[in-house]
């Protein structure tokens, strides 16, 4: 049975990532991209298929798990009767497209410690068995289009679909295996020299890390959380996924399991600001010219996410064959989600553009023209009802959060025409008009959205339900934090989403979004509650409750989607990046609102501003 989420530590190639458990077992791989057929899977319900463990066969005493410095190499040490080894995993960064590696070294730390390494892996989503052969440097698995190479320093034995060693490991024993994605129908890909590798890795993640300039009171975790957002990106294109993980669930059990394997454009604007506050213009500069790419055509068209090379074709299917974590089905693969109309993607994608500019980045020549259509579309769509932010599957309504980035996405471009010269004689053309249309959205969102008898923007028009969502009005610079209507809102918030002191993203006992069961407290939201305070000048509430959700990451820093209060468990896919990218943000703002700064709202670039 797999481990809990939150006990696993993540490493990466800037490809795809691996995840490896606190017992020494890398229980989920997608080679060569994150959203490829897994190879490894048991987190899904492979069971100890689709996993490759190093265990000692001896009674386990003790279990410590940490991170080589500011890098993503990953050492696990297990102290046994007899004895400690320490198991040091890592992926170098491809010198080749077509193979993608792990790399495990395990060492003798004290005494002499029986140990088990054994590998049975499983392609096509656990479905295909591989041919195994054997090859006087190493163990060949195929399956379809897909081969792994298997070399170390010990002899292997086959049974059925593993392959296994027993090791006796003494002190001062060094002992390398490696593991190579290749197409099957290209030779096996060349062994590789462990410890240059693994000295070549060390040497990018450290001048990596070197490079960042956040040094605000949290730089360890915000460091972590850089590193981790570093990792979940695809390198060729610069899309940064949500998840590495595909149906880990909001609901130990439930149904509520999705594939976040992909790029949100939800994610966007926080996306460049977090890579931008850490000092890394190249990051912010590839993942800005990927969403241009990505979202290329008739704005009617645009997604809400994409796949890492910017594809479109992300049908969801269910794995049937597949028990899931902990009984939670159905496992999928694709998400239906992605061909839903949500209003928010177009002020993210906008505010994208405009704070990438007003940070420092060069502009493209694409971006106008880009610009431009989507503001025309906005006009004619904005009064549309839509999907909303969380995707749900209940129908659409004219949410309250929706329409405020429809206000975003035309503030910016005026902003961007007043400021910026954008749009040249066209764009001055254009801004009387942006400006009027800016304060009719404006005005209908604080008529229609704010319900006077709850005292609140709510979930949508007309609604009394309650949303977290509408907490980003200050980030976005709509209203002030000052606002008698956001003070509402945030105390409406206070005593009706609170669960245990974390915030829920809407209340799901209702069954309003179509979809069965509850989730835990969702981690994002609650750090825009933190950031509410900061605005507010409650900083001492701020500085609380950050302390309270950092308290939640695991042992290495990292975060999953959600915690459920009741079981005590991190849950949702892991790591999560939007619960990351909050996390940054909030430690910015906390920062910049406790020294008085009064530009604190990132997102809006100036905090809230008063209509």
């Known amino acids: 049975m797999a481990s809990r989420i939150e006990d696993y530590g993540l490493i990466g190639n800037t490809r795809t990532t691996a995840l490896v458990s606190r017992s020494g077992a890398i229980d989920w791989w997608c080679a060569p991209r994150f959203d490829s057929d897994a190879c490894f899977a048991a987190l899904v319900g492979y069971d100890e298929h689709g996993t490759w463990a190093i265990r000692p066969t001896v009674r386990l005493r003790e279990r410590r798990q940490q991170y080589r410095g500011p890098t993503m190499i990953l050492e696990t040490d297990l102290i046994c009767e007899g004895g400690a080894v320490r198991i040091t995993d890592f992926m170098p960064l491809p010198a080749e497209e077509d193979r993608c590696d792990i790399v495990r070294i395990v060492e003798g730390l004290e005494g002499e410690v029986p140990v088990e390494m054994w590998l049975e892996p499983r392609f096509g989503y656990g479905k295909d068995w591989p041919w195994i052969s054997h090859a006087p440097d190493g163990t060949r698995f195929t399956a379809g289009p897909d081969s792994l190479m298997l070399r170390g320093a010990a002899a292997l034995k086959q049974a059925g679909g593993r392959v296994s060693s027993m090791l006796r490991v003494k002190k001062g024993d ?55 957002l570093k990792a979940m990106t695809y390198a060729p294109t610069g899309g940064v996924v949500a998840a590495p993980t595909t149906s880990l669930p909001e609901e130990i059990g439930g149904v509520r399991n999705w594939d976040y394997r992909f790029v949100w454009l939800r994610d966007a604007s926080l996306t460049l600001d977090a890579l931008m506050l850490g000092g890394y213009l190249d990051e912010a500069r590839e993942f800005r010219d990927w969403l241009l790419r990505a979202v290329a055509g008739a704005p009617a068209d645009l997604q809400i996410m994409y796949d890492v090379a910017g594809g479109r074709r992300l049908t969801e299917m269910d794995l049937p064959w597949l028990p899931g974590y902990e009984g939670s089905k159905p496992v999928r693969v694709g998400n239906a989600a992605s061909g839903q109309f949500q209003l928010d993607v177009y002020g993210e994608l906008i505010s994208c553009i405009y704070a990438a500019r007003k ?34 599957r209940g129908g659409r309504r004219h949410f309250t959060h929706s329409k405020l980035m429809a206000w975003v996405a035309i503030d910016r471009s005026a902003r961007a025409i007043e400021e910026l010269g954008a749009g040249g004689a066209e764009g001055r053309e254009m801004l009387p008009h942006l400006q009027t249309l800016r ?47 956001v003070k509402g809102t945030v105390a409406a918030v206070e005593k009706q989403l609170l669960r245990d002191g974390f915030v829920l993203r809407y209340a799901t006992e209702t069954g309003a979004d179509g979809l069965p069961g509850t989730e835990g407290a969702f981690l994002a939201c609650s750090f825009w509650l933190v950031d509410n305070y900061s605005f507010a000048g409650r900083f001492e509430e701020a500085q609380a409750m950050f302390e309270r959700l950092v308290g939640l990451k695991n042992h290495l820093g990292l975060f999953a989607e959600e915690y459920e209060p009741r079981l005590g468990r991190q849950i949702g896919n892991f790591p999560q990046a939007f619960t990351h990218l909050a996390l940054i943000t909030s430690a910015h703002i906390l920062d910049s609102a406790m020294r008085g700064e009064t530009e604190v709202g990132t997102r809006g670039l100036g905090g809230g501003v008063n209509h």
């Open 359 to 392: 940070r420092g980045l060069v502009g493209r020549d694409d971006a106008w023209p880009t610009s431009r259509a989507i503001i025309e579309f906005v006009e004619r769509a904005w009064q549309r009802p839509d999907d909303g932010i969380w995707e749900v």
């Open 439 to 485: 304060e009719r959205i404006h005005a209908e969102v604080c008529e229609r959205g704010f319900n006077p008898r709850v005292g609140a923007f709510t979930q949508s028009y007309g609604s009394e339900a309650l949303d977290a969502s509408v907490l980003l009005m200050p980030h976005m610079g709509f209203l002030p934090a000052s606002d008698p209507r």
């Open 174 to 228: 060094r002992l390398g295996f490696q593991l190579a994605w290749n197409p099957s129908y290209d030779p096996a890909p060349a062994a590789l020299n462990v410890d240059e590798a693994l000295a070549a890795t060390e040497a990018y993640w450290r001048g990596w890390s070197g490079r960042c300039t956040y040094d605000g009171r949290e730089r360890e975790i915000v460091m972590r959380s850089l590193l981790t």
